[in-house]
């Protein structure tokens, strides 16, 4: 699997949109890339994925470059409750039970 | 919505126990997991199931066992538990058919070792 790059922490403002990126340059074609969030105390909790084209969900938006060597997860307008830990994670899906690996991920404090 | 359980959210065991830590899910799922979770070292794979009875070690089996008699259920078992073994432990669950492998997560059992 690709290895991902985050920032270590991020801010944002509360109603504003939070924007945390994620470099993953030796990206795959057949590897997609994939969102979780932890936040504190809990278990990591699914967000979004996509192979190439942007997507959204109910919970965020998910851009992918056209080369694929990056990617950014939107939260339109962060609450003070996505306050956590966001994982950004690059893995070729198949169809056998596959283990995630979770990197160090972006802390996103949202401020009142 | 999936929900997947764990018996205890905060464990205190001392040196040399055995300890049962239980996972439960109420979706069907075949595919199951146990991770820990360390600071700065991420979620490490300690073993995982893809169907009753069957198992896979993960990336650090050593220091623990697993159970799966049951389908919802999937149980870890630490046999003679040690201070390195204080961590977060993480239980999840995904079906067989996922072709995208999200995984559902427990709340996940913060163990102690004294």
């Known amino acids: 699997d690709a290895k991902t790059t985050q920032p270590t922490s991020m801010d944002c403002a509360e109603g504003r949109a939070a924007n945390l990126p994620c470099n993953h340059s030796?990206?795959?074609?057949?590897?997609?890339v994939y969102w979780y969030r932890q936040i504190h105390s809990q278990g990591p909790q699914y967000i979004i994925h996509?192979?190439?084209n942007n997507e959204t969900n109910e919970m965020a938006s998910l851009i992918i470059t056209e080369d694929r060597k990056s990617s950014t997860l939107i939260l339109p307008h962060a609450t003070l409750r996505d306050t956590a830990v966001y994982y950004c994670?690059?893995?070729?899906?198949?169809?056998?039970?596959?283990?995630?690996?979770f990197g160090s991920g972006t802390q996103l404090t949202v401020l009142p | 919505d999936v929900k997947v359980t764990q018996s205890s959210r905060y464990l205190v065991k001392r040196t040399g126990e055995k300890v049962f830590l239980e996972c439960v899910q109420d979706?069907?799922?075949?595919?199951m997991f146990w991770y820990r979770q360390d600071p700065g070292l991420g979620l490490r794979l300690i073993y995982f199931?893809?169907?009753?009875?069957?198992?896979e070690k993960g990336d650090i089996p050593e220091g623990y066992s697993v159970s799966r008699e049951k389908k919802e259920r999937f149980s870890l078992i630490l046999e003679s538990a040690s201070t390195n073994q204080t961590s977060m432990y993480l239980c999840?669950?995904?079906?067989?058919?996922?072709?995208?492998?999200?995984?559902?997560f427990g709340p996940g059992t913060r163990l102690t070792v004294l």
């Open positions: 999840a669950s995904t079906p067989r058919a996922s072709s995208y492998n999200e995984q559902f």
């Open positions: 030796t990206i795959s074609g057949n590897e997609y």
């Open positions: 996509g192979l190439k």
């Open positions: 994670i690059v893995r070729v899906v198949t169809g056998s039970a596959r283990q995630l690996t």
């Open positions: 979706m069907d799922h075949e595919n």
């Open positions: 199931s893809y169907d009753v009875k069957m198992k």
